[in-house]
Every structure is written in structure tokens, then in C-alpha cells.
């Protein structure tokens, strides 16, 4: 599943150092998800296609819509915060109808959210078993992002949730339709979501080009394939 009989160590050793990065910041993703409290900095990655600016506003979006679902529910439920570009990824189980639509209305009253898209299932909390089938699943939709010569990996963004895999990120339609179908082969995923924001190949390259350092947070507004499962 890491690799292939015909890598180098090398490229052996980079690609599983790079995986159990992956798989440690999920597990502290599962561990301690946002609804109890415990929310987990991370930091900026230089090669993702968001500005600096709009990751670390994310990560603020992150953190404060967590902290206000948490007040609204207490511990009614497991609820996970996934914010890129100021699009808001709600994910988890609440107790009801209600529950969810206030988790939605808290996190879309923070400050700088652009959407909200509210995945959150009406059903008992999932096991610890069933989440860490969720981050095995993650690692292994990474790891063959990773190993796939025509995409850049850290481009995509994952959440897993029972099995439903969820894909984030600024991508071309021809990126955006090969990580589905990359992530549609992969063992244990039993559904995709596409939530990306399509750009052009000409805006690609102008992301791609080295800038002065601009760390703006404005989006885009051509979110495409919002909650279209394939």
C-alpha cells in the first residue's frame, strides 16, 4: 500500500515519513475532536495553493466555530470543523434535527465564513473503532495522492467520516476528477464528496509562479461540485 516493489529506498523512506506524519495528525484529529475542547494548531503548509493569510484565517474559522458549536451543544454529540477558504465542513453525529441546525447556524455566524456545508448525521456517536478506520482510510487516499505523478498531493484536503471520504481543495477539473477516481479505488471508502474549488489551468500556473508574499484571504466564488457524491 506505501509502495512499490520498484522504489528506491529513498523514495520508500521519504513517502512513509510522510505518511505517518499523516497518520499522527489524525489520530489527534480522532482523539480529541473539536466538540470536547480539544482543538489542535496546525501550522502553515507552504506548498498548499490557499494563501498564508486564508490558512491561517481557516485555521481561526476552525477554532472559533468549534469553541461556539461546543457552547451550543455541550456534549450532545461529536462534531468535527474542517474550514478551507472560508468554506465550513461540518462532519460527525448529533442527537437531532435541531442539534444540527444549531451547529450550522454557530459555525456560520463566525466572522469571515463563507458557506457552511453541514454533513452532520442524526445518529449515536461513532465508536473509537470506526474512527480509526477513518484515519486509515485518510492515510491510504493520501498515500495514493502521493504516489500519483500528475498530482500534487498537498493540494487536497481529507475528512473522512464513517467510511464517506470528503475531498477539499483548489484544483483543475482534470485534478479534481483524478483524485476521485484515485479515491473512489481506495480500500474502505464507500463514498466521495466533492467539495472543490475548480480553477483553470491558467489560474494554476499562476498559482504556481513564485509571488511577493501576498497573504491575502480572499476565495473564489466558483466553489464547483459542492456536496456531489460520486
Not at 482510510?137 to 500528475?150: M, Q, Y
Request: net charge positive; with cysteine.
Amino acid at each position: 500500500m506505501f509502495s512499490r516493489s520498484t522504489s528506491s529506498p529513498a523514495v520508500r523512506s521519504r513517502r512513509v515519513g510522510t505518511l505517518l506524519l499523516v497518520l499522527a495528525s489524525s489520530l489527534l484529529g480522532a482523539c480529541a475532536p473539536l466538540l470536547m475542547g480539544g482543538v489542535v494548531a496546525t501550522g502553515v503548509t507552504v506548498t498548499d495553493r490557499r494563501t498564508t493569510g486564508a490558512q491561517l484565517e481557516d485555521s481561526r474559522i476552525e477554532t472559533r466555530a468549534a469553541s461556539r458549536i461546543s457552547d451550543q451543544l455541550g456534549d450532545r454529540g461529536h462534531v468535527n470543523v474542517n474550514s478551507y477558504n472560508r468554506q465550513v465542513l461540518l462532519t460527525g453525529e448529533v442527537a437531532n434535527d435541531a442539534d444540527k441546525a444549531a451547529a450550522e447556524q454557530a459555525a456560520a455566524r463566525v466572522e469571515n465564513v463563507r458557506s457552511v456545508v453541514n454533513e452532520l448525521a442524526i445518529m449515536g456517536t461513532t465508536t473509537l473503532s470506526q474512527r480509526s478506520s477513518d484515519v486509515l482510510v485518510t492515510t491510504r487516499v493520501k498515500a495514493n495522492l502521493i504516489d500519483a505523478k500528475d498530482l500534487s498531493a498537498n493540494a487536497f484536503k481529507i475528512v473522512t467520516e464513517r467510511g464517506t471520504v470528503y475531498l477539499l481543495g483548489r484544483v483543475t477539473l482534470r485534478e479534481a476528477d483524478r483524485a476521485t477516481e484515485l479515491t473512489r479505488r481506495t480500500a474502505g471508502v464507500l463514498k466521495v464528496v466533492r467539495l472543490f474549488e475548480i480553477v483553470s489551468e491558467e489560474d494554476l500556473l499562476e498559482m504556481q509562479a513564485p509571488k511577493g508574499g501576498s497573504s491575502g484571504t480572499s476565495a473564489p466564488d466558483n466553489v464547483a461540485g459542492s456536496g456531489r457524491a460520486m
